[in-house]
């Protein structure tokens, strides 16, 4: 599995841009085959800067994924929108294939 975070930082005057933008391609991700979940939150500590989670299935499917036509303008559109590089970790990891419970919080009893 490729696993992905990436940090925008959004300049304040296309805050209206990147709502219309990131809408658009967080569904048009989650809609490709290979994409196992794709999306954005904003920073509780940098109101400015929002986070991308990203996961695909295979690199096959993060090859596809790059040839896509909302990837180009996705990319085409976004350094009108950023204030400062984005900042990204990649990890290519095979032996992940997905979300596993997390062993140290789980609900309690009512």
Same mark, same amino acid.
């Given at each position: 599995?490729?696993?992905?975070?990436?940090?925008?930082?959004? =300049?304040?005057?296309?805050?209206?841009e990147?709502?219309?933008?990131?809408?658009?391609? %967080?569904?048009?991700?989650? @809609?490709? $085959?290979?994409?196992?979940?794709?999306?954005?939150?904003?920073?509780?500590?940098?109101?400015?800067?929002?986070?991308?989670?990203?996961?695909? =299935?295979?690199?096959?499917?993060?090859?596809?994924?790059?040839?896509?036509?909302?990837? %180009?303008?996705?990319?085409? @559109?976004? $350094?009108?929108?950023?204030?400062?590089q984005?900042?990204?970790?990649?990890?290519?990891?095979d032996?992940?294939?997905?979300?596993?419970?997390?062993?140290?919080?789980?609900?309690?009893?009512?």
């Open positions: 599995m490729i696993l992905i975070t990436v940090k925008f930082p959004i =300049r304040e005057d296309k805050l209206d990147w709502g219309e933008l990131s809408s658009f391609y %967080a569904k048009a991700v989650n @809609e490709e $085959p290979g994409c196992v979940f794709f999306e954005f939150s904003r920073s509780l500590t940098e109101p400015q800067t929002y986070v991308c989670i990203e996961g695909f =299935r295979d690199s096959d499917a993060g090859r596809e994924h790059m040839g896509q036509e909302h990837v %180009a303008r996705f990319m085409a @559109e976004m $350094p009108d929108i950023v204030s400062a984005p900042q990204i970790i990649y990890v290519d990891a032996e992940v294939t997905g979300f596993g419970p997390m062993g140290e919080i789980s609900p309690r009893g009512s």
